[in-house]
């Protein structure tokens, strides 16, 4: 059998295939972005505790209330606004699933979302499939800045929304005040929405605070928010987020939500409702994770590796040209194969497949398997 493909440009998400040929090869997987070391062992004996006692049936469609107030009193505390848990928080299946969502509620054929490249790779997709255009500005290498003069020039009266990501998946950057003071002025009087993708909110280095859309009244009323779970608690395998927007979007979003997953693995959402109250869990995260980045960054400078810059997420882009002048994907896949340490090509980030010969390394693990990949990459 035969379909017309919704997706026609679209192949297999280059995570799956480069965690696959890593295992294939036993390479070091500096990769698709995950820890590899454990999660909290009283989180895990919180789960345990709630499907003992009972919690495995169901949870609310929008989720758990005790977790949404919790989500709002965290909220409160952050960024110092108040969200109604009960008509603006949706417990989600990831963020991933929480951006395609509220795209799928809002996108109708034909509008535009702009959007930034080097890009995380599901929004394009996301958008298409909603028969919707993507419009697509460049975040300008090496620095990986937004160019605001461009978003201006790109709005049209088809432009529904833009997303914005901050911490940066793949480049590491994070949006300033002047960004979100920009962002402000482009969409003030006008009715375009936001899609704010700020799964790394507590990944975030070098005492730079989170330019979270919820801190600003004025953007937080036209914008879907989304989180993960999997980020926050080193879980990216429970695929668990939430989605924060205004009771009118939100009312749209559920719609598209109850017919989808309509609900959320019961026994996490009992055990975060919890564990989100322990604020050094997450506090201490941006310190815990900027180790790492600084252990990465002084054990490659004896490489002929040249990383760029990374102020947040979980990565960290290098270029490789004292190496080699192929292109990131072969490059990254030869790397895997022959010297043992998986990578992404940035190339991937990009629907046109630019390819500025950068690829992007994951440094959420534990030291030892930074040294063990530095090792073999010394080869190189
Ligand atoms: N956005 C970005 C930029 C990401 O890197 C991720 C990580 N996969 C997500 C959203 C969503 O995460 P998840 O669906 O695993 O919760
Ligand atoms: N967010 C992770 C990354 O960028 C993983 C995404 C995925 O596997 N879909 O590597």
Redesign the pocket.
Known sequence: MTVASKLPAVGT?I??TMSALAAQHKAVNL????PDFPMDAALIELVTKAMRDNHNQYAPMPGWMPLREAIAEKIQFLYGTTVDPDASITITPGG?YAIYSALTAVLHPGDEVILFEPA?D?YIPNIEVNGAVAVRLPLVYRDYRIDWEAVRAAITPRTKAIIINSPH??TGTVLSFTDIDELRKIVANTSILILSDEVYEHLIFDDIPHQSILRYPDLAERSFVCFSFGKVYNC?GWKLGYCVAPSSLMKEFRKIHQFNAFSCFTPTQIALAEFIKNKEAYLSLGVFMQERRDFFVQLMQSTRFELLSSHGS??ICGRYNQISDEGDLAFATRLTKEAGVAT?PVSAFYADGKDDHVIRF?FAKKKETLELAVERLLHC
């Open positions: 998400t995570f799956a990769g698709q972005g995950f991933t995380y599901s998946n793949p990216t979980y990565f992404i994951c």
